[in-house]
C-alpha cells in the first residue's frame, strides 16, 4: 500500500514535554538520606539514639531525685516496688534512683565519646592530609610513625596516664584519643592519596591555590563520608572500652556514674537484685547495636557506586 505524502501532517517538537523535568536533581547529601531512609531498620535504630541523647539530656529531670542522692530506708527497691515512690527502675544498695543514675551514666559515657571521636577526627584529619598530600619521605615518616604508636596496647597508655595524672575522666579521654586519632590518620591518608590525583585538585594547584585552601575545599570535604561512617562505629566500641575499664576500676571514678560503673555495681548483686546488671548492660548492647547498624546503613548510603539506586 502506497502512501501519499499529503497523508502526513508535521506537528513538530512538544516543547512542554520536553523540557518537563521528571525527577528532580538531587545532591549528594540528599541523595544518601534518600537512600540512608529506605532501610527501616537503620531508621528504627536511629531514633533509638536519639531516644538514648534526649533521655541523657531530660532523664535526670523526670523526677526530683539527684543522681548521687541516698535515700537509706529504700534502700534496694525493685522497679515495681519504687515506681509508687517515683523510682521508676528502682533503687540501689544505697537508695539512689536508678533511672536518674541511668541517664547520668549514659551522659557521661556518650560525652566521653563524643569528646574523644572530635579529638581523633581534627588531629587524625590534619595528620592524614598532610602526610599523603606531601608524600615522599614526609609520607614515609609519617606513617611509620604512626605504625610504631599503634604498636603499643592502648591500655597501656592509660595505666601510665593514670600513674602520672591520677583517676578522672580526662584522663580516660586523653588516653583513649592517644592511640585512637591513628585510625583517623590512616583512613584519611588513604583517601587523600586517590583524591590529590584528581583533576579539580590539579587545577586548583595550578591556578596557585595553597596547601591549606585545597584541604579546606575539596580533601576534608570528600572524605567525611568515610569519616562519618568511621566515627559511627567508634562510639560504641568507646562506650564500651570505658565500661571495661569501670569494670576492672581503671574507668571513670565513683561516685560519678557512667554505664561502666552501673555494670560494675550491678553485678555485685547480679543474685539477689539482678535489675541493677540487666538494664545497664542491655543500654550498653542497645547503643551499641544501634550505632553499628546505622554505621552500615550510612556505609552504603555514601558509597557513591550506589548513588541513584
Not at 547529601?29 to 539514639?49: H, T, V
Not at 541516698?70 to 533503687?91: A, C, E, I, N, V
Request: proline share 3%; net charge positive.
Amino acid at each position: 500500500m502506497d502512501y501519499q505524502k499529503d497523508e502526513f501532517k508535521i506537528i513538530g517538537r512538544d516543547t512542554k514535554e520536553s523540557e518537563k523535568i521528571y525527577k528532580p536533581s538531587l545532591t549528594f547529601w540528599q541523595d544518601a538520606w534518600r537512600r540512608f531512609k529506605q532501610n527501616k531498620i537503620a531508621m528504627f535504630f536511629l531514633f533509638l539514639i536519639i531516644f538514648f541523647i534526649l533521655l541523657a539530656i531530660v532523664g535526670t529531670h523526670i523526677n526530683s531525685y539527684k543522681y548521687m542522692e541516698q535515700h537509706l530506708d529504700m534502700k534496694s527497691l525493685s522497679p515495681s516496688q519504687g515506681f509508687k515512690y517515683k523510682f521508676y527502675l528502682g533503687t540501689d544498695e544505697f537508695g539512689r534512683d536508678q533511672l536518674t543514675r541511668l541517664s547520668q551514666g549514659i551522659r557521661v559515657s556518650l560525652s566521653l565519646s563524643i569528646v574523644v571521636v572530635s579529638i581523633c577526627i581534627v588531629f587524625g584529619t590534619i595528620y592524614g592530609c598532610i602526610s599523603a598530600y606531601f608524600g615522599g619521605k614526609i609520607d614515609f615518616f609519617m606513617t611509620r610513625f604512626i605504625e610504631i604508636v599503634m604498636a603499643i596496647p592502648s591500655l597501656i597508655y592509660i595505666i601510665l596516664l593514670m600513674v602520672v595524672m591520677g583517676n578522672s575522666l580526662w584522663t580516660i579521654i586523653i588516653a583513649m584519643s592517644l592511640t585512637r586519632w591513628l585510625n583517623y590518620a590512616l583512613l584519611v591518608r588513604g583517601e587523600v592519596l586517590k583524591l590529590k590525583q584528581s583533576e579539580y585538585v590539579m587545577a586548583s594547584k595550578s591556578l596557585g591555590a595553597n596547601f591549606w585552601w585545597i584541604i579546606r575545599k575539596h580533601l576534608i570535604p570528600n572524605t567525611l563520608g568515610v569519616i562519618i561512617v568511621s566515627l559511627t562505629t567508634d562510639i560504641p566500641q568507646i562506650i564500651f572500652t570505658e565500661a571495661f575499664l569501670s569494670f576492672i576500676g581503671l574507668g571513670v571514678p565513683i561516685p560519678q556514674a557512667s554505664l561502666g560503673n552501673l555494670v560494675k555495681e550491678g553485678f555485685a548483686f547480679v543474685d539477689s537484685y539482678p535489675s541493677l546488671f540487666i538494664i545497664p548492660a542491655v543500654v550498653i548492647s542497645l547503643i551499641t547495636l544501634s550505632f553499628n547498624i546505622v554505621g552500615d546503613a550510612l556505609n552504603d548510603a555514601l558509597n557513591p557506586k550506589l548513588r541513584n539506586s
